[in-house]
Each structure stands twice: as structure tokens, then as C-alpha cells.
């Protein structure tokens, strides 16, 4: 089971770090992506980060402001997330699958996911 936190509310400009943690199994084996929707619109691609911590992506709306990473050790992944915009506002999801070779971006391909977190970033 995954639980995603860190959400709030910050001002444009600000930082969060997102957490999720893993509860039940050890998912060092899963590749962990970050998701988010905002209202109306559909689930998104934010990040994704394998089994080694050198092999991440990011979509190109977040790429220099937001940094994934993961602690084995702990069965939890993290999103560190500077230079806010209001148009990060969101809920933000993490999620977790097995893959083989580079991850997906597409969110139904992650077979586990947790409940998301709410970002809100206001101007």
C-alpha cells in the first residue's frame, strides 16, 4: 500500500517535498512515478525514478524544479519540488510498477497506486 504526503498550500515560489512511503512489501524491486490531476483535467506525468536512483525522467513542465528520489532503506520514494507555480496546483499521486527498460509516462501502465496529496500553489 502507498501513501503519498507533504501536500499544502504555498506561494508561488515556494518549495514542497512530497513523500510515499511504502507499507506491506518492499517495493525497492518497483520503478516509483509521480503523478497529478488537477480539476478537469486529466492524470499527468511529474517524474518517475527505477530501481537504480540514476534512472529518472521528468516531464518537461516540472524538469529543473522538481528532483525525485528514493530511499530503499526505507521503502519511500520523495518529489522535491521548488519554484512553484500555480499551475503545479494539484493532487499529486505516487505510484509504483515493475518494468523493464525505461519507464512509462502513461499512468494506467503504474499497477499500484496510493491516494493522493493536494498541492495547492496560490499567486
Known amino acids: 500500500q502507498l501513501q503519498a504526503s507533504g501536500g499544502g498550500l504555498v506561494q508561488a515560489g515556494g518549495s514542497l517535498r512530497l513523500s510515499c512511503k511504502q507499507s506491506?512489501?518492499?517495493?525497492?524491486?518497483?520503478?516509483v512515478g509521480w503523478f497529478r490531476q488537477a480539476p478537469g483535467k486529466e492524470r499527468e506525468f511529474v517524474a518517475s525514478?527505477?530501481?537504480?536512483?540514476?534512472?529518472?525522467h521528468y516531464a518537461d513542465s516540472v524538469k529543473g524544479r522538481v528532483t525525485i528520489s528514493r530511499d530503499h532503506a526505507k521503502d519511500s520514494a520523495y518529489l522535491q519540488m521548488n519554484t512553484l507555480e500555480p499551475e503545479d496546483t494539484a493532487v499529486y499521486y505516487c505510484?509504483?510498477?515493475?518494468?523493464?527498460?525505461?519507464?512509462?509516462?502513461?499512468?494506467?501502465?503504474?499497477?499500484?497506486w496510493g491516494r493522493g496529496t493536494q498541492v495547492t500553489v496560490s499567486s
Open positions: 506491506g512489501r518492499s517495493f525497492s524491486s518497483y520503478t
Open positions: 525514478i527505477g530501481r537504480s536512483e540514476d534512472s529518472t
Open positions: 505510484a509504483a510498477g515493475i518494468f523493464y527498460g525505461a519507464a512509462p509516462t502513461t499512468a494506467s501502465r503504474y499497477a499500484y
